[in-house]
């Protein structure tokens, strides 16, 4: 079909230099709204590893005041562990509560979160005989847990220290 304009026929369409500008105005919006995308995503991560740190260390501190209260059976601590889990898995199969025949376990997680820096359930554990900044686990108890990431967050702190 072709359209009379001031005498010329011209096809309906869009020409090769419209079609290029809007290109490029497409080009120049998304590349705007990466760097955003992406700051967007390491927030949402950052929220969820805080999340799942403070999960886990509510869950140690919970422990650690069931056993101080005596509500954890003797067998179920260990000697030299200051009432502390030895092990995060102690948290999710639970321990036998103290006088109790039914053999009913106490459990403070559902589940060992996953890391969402390095997409896995190893964390790094510090023991309480362990230094504040000891990158290594002493292995006498689970005093607190913190993500093996190595990288930097968005406010410049290390992941780690969290």
Excluded at 141 to 158: C, E, I, Q, R
């Amino acid at each position: 079909m072709k359209v009379e304009v001031g005498g010329w026929g011209l096809e309906p369409g869009y020409t090769f230099v419209e079609l290029l500008v809007v290109s490029t105005i497409v080009l120049i919006l998304a590349s705007a709204v990466m760097p955003l995308a992406k700051v967007t995503a390491t927030r949402t991560r950052e929220a969820e590893l805080r999340r799942d740190l403070r999960d886990m260390r509510t869950a140690i501190d919970n422990f650690k005041d069931a056993a101080d209260l005596q509500r954890i059976s003797p067998l179920e601590l260990r000697a030299g562990y200051e009432n502390y889990p030895a092990e995060l898995d102690q948290l999710v199969e639970g321990v036998t509560a103290n006088n109790d025949a039914t053999g009913k376990k106490i459990k403070f997680l559902r589940r060992i979160p996953i890391d969402p820096m390095t997409h896995s359930t190893e964390w790094g554990k510090r023991s309480s005989q362990d230094k504040p900044d000891s990158t290594r686990w002493g292995g006498q108890n689970v005093f607190d847990v913190y993500t093996t990431f190595d990288g930097k967050a968005l406010d410049g702190t290390k992941y780690k220290d969290w």
